[in-house]
């Protein structure tokens, strides 16, 4: 999949809103998770990861403790590997501290059909035992083939099959903006 | 997949390749310099799979490989077996020798179309001939990695290699290597010299006059029979093994001899930059070819190398059996 073969379509959100949904969510996680004290977050491999440290850093100024902040790489655990092509690269895995009897706040910038959160979730239990696993998403675009859905989600997008939805983070892509792409001929 | 599908894939584009060329690894000869950054980038990643309690992903699950192995082997097929099982492979072991059809007298082609029949995805061979992998290359649809053939090449020994010094150096390019002893035996040497001259390392080869194949200079590396001259200023030393079951004749004196004047000694060493690392492929012949001194020094890297080699053949294992770069455009996104 490359670039030019999408058609930028809309962009539906900005820095600013992108900014509040996060709060929002650290928020709703503040008054959700009775468990704060062993709260951890592990952001997936690419744009999970800004979004984990965002959350983590909001939480941590709503309620004066740090949190841990992992990254997943799933590549390993993908259930299509051997058809897809190119292959994805694999990358690090980073989780320095004990999943064991925490709750993770897994984090990913699009939930869409529910492969990847899968695989995520395999990947965890590997590496331990959490108490529990909790799904944070910045947009949810419908469309699951596996029955999985998030605790928090930044904006729910009804979106066509055809469309592509595109998440911009500073971090990874120089702004803060989320696209609807839509693939030419559709 | 839905990582692929979930978003739009929209990253600056990778400068380096995701894939490599080949649906096998016959050696490091044909190999680009970008594969084979590919193949030490990709052994990295895996390394920490070693360091968790649950030492297995799903990656390979359902795939299966055949160790092939006509000569003896410990920690080659050691490591291969250990990085089939880490990525949930399937694997068969065949050795050959006592009570195989190889010593009923089955001809190796004969032998590859009786695996072929239990449609294996990949095959590990070992063979005291040169060529032997290229050989099953072409005549098997499984890929086919060669864990040493003859005096040729052994690939995954110079990727493990390259990965301990890469870890120890943070780079290749421009490091003087020394790899030294018997040369013209050595397929252990061949692949090192073709990974790190291509790699833009600077490569010495030393031995004595009998052990030094002869326009060995026309593989990019420079020669000499002057250890001591060789080691000054080096950054990586590198001690091949006494081959001594591949020496039809004597071609030196005494193994006393040998180690006095080929011998790697803490005072040798020592000649080397300050920061230099002994690297040597095992099974050491201690007293010949390196001192215990310093094989057991911390200027030794000898049991990184033996760590690394799980995850650089893990590296290859996933490299050659996950998608497909010839397959066509992914459908997605």
Redesign the interface.
């Known amino acids: 999949m490359t670039e030019a073969l999408l058609l930028k379509k809309a962009k539906i959100l900005d820095a600013e809103r992108i900014g509040r949904m996060i709060d929002r969510m650290a928020h709703e996680i503040a008054e959700r998770q009775k468990d704060l004290a062993g709260l951890a977050f592990v952001g997936i491999r690419t744009r999970g990861v800004p979004l984990a440290m965002r959350l983590a850093e909001r939480l941590s100024d709503l309620v004066k403790t740090p949190f841990p902040v992992g990254t997943l790489d799933i590549t390993l655990y993908r259930d299509d590997l051997s058809t897809v092509a190119p292959q994805p690269l694999l990358k690090k895995t980073e989780i320095e501290f004990d999943l064991n009897d925490r709750a993770v706040i897994l984090c990913d910038d699009v939930l869409y059909t529910g492969r990847t959160i899968r695989a995520a979730l395999d990947g965890v239990i590997d590496l331990g035992r959490p108490r529990a696993i909790r799904l944070a998403v910045l947009i949810d675009r419908g469309h699951r083939e596996f029955p999985i859905e998030a605790n928090y989600v930044g904006k729910s997008v009804p979106t066509a099959q055809r469309e592509v939805i595109k998440v911009m983070f500073r971090e990874t892509d120089a702004a803060d903006e989320v696209w609807i792409l839509e693939r030419p001929g559709s | 997949?839905?990582?692929?599908?979930?978003?739009?894939?929209?990253?600056p584009a990778?400068q380096?390749i995701?894939?490599l060329r080949s649906k096998d690894l016959l050696g490091i000869e044909h190999l680009e310099a970008e594969e084979i950054t590919?193949l030490l980038?990709?052994a990295?990643?895996?390394r920490?799979i070693a360091e968790?309690?649950?030492k297995?992903?799903?990656?390979?699950r359902g795939?299966m490989v055949v160790n092939l192995f006509f000569e003896p082997s410990t920690r080659t097929r050691f490591s291969f077996e250990t990085a089939e099982k880490w990525?949930s492979a399937d694997s068969l072991n065949f050795s050959g020798g006592k009570g195989t059809s190889v010593e009923k007298g089955e001809s190796l082609l004969d032998t590859a179309r009786t695996l072929q029949a239990m449609s294996p995805d990949l095959i590990v061979v070992r063979h005291s001939s040169a060529g032997v992998p290229h050989f099953l290359a072409r005549h098997l649809d499984a890929g086919v990695i060669n864990a040493g053939d003859g005096a040729h090449e052994h690939p995954t020994q110079a990727l493990l290699d390259a990965l301990t010094i890469r870890s120890r150096f943070g780079r290749l390019e421009g490091l003087r290597v020394v790899i030294a002893g018997d040369i013209a035996h050595s397929r252990v040497a061949r692949s090192n010299v073709f990974l790190l001259t291509r790699m833009g390392a600077e490569v010495t080869v030393c031995g004595p006059p009998t052990l030094l194949p002869p326009r060995v200079e026309e593989l990019g590396a420079k020669a000499t029979t002057d250890f001591d001259h060789a080691v000054e200023g080096a950054d990586v030393v590198m001690m091949l093994r006494m081959q001594l079951e591949r020496q039809k004749h004597s071609l030196f004196p005494s193994k006393r001899e040998y180690f006095a004047r080929y011998g790697l000694t803490a005072e040798r060493l020592a000649r080397a930059s300050p920061e230099a690392i002994a690297m040597h492929p095992g099974p050491m012949n201690r007293g010949v070819e390196i001192s215990s001194e310093v094989a057991d020094s911390p200027q030794s890297v000898i049991l990184e190398q033996v760590a690394n080699g799980v995850p650089v053949r893990m590296?290859v294992l996933?490299?050659l059996?996950?998608?497909?770069?010839?397959?066509?455009?992914?459908e997605?996104?």
């Open positions: 997949m839905s990582g692929a599908r979930d978003k739009a894939d929209l990253t990778r380096t995701s894939a590919l980038d990709t990295e990643s895996m920490s968790r309690q649950i297995k992903v799903p990656a390979l795939r990525l590296a996933y490299l059996l996950t998608g497909r770069p010839w397959e066509g455009e992914r997605g996104a």
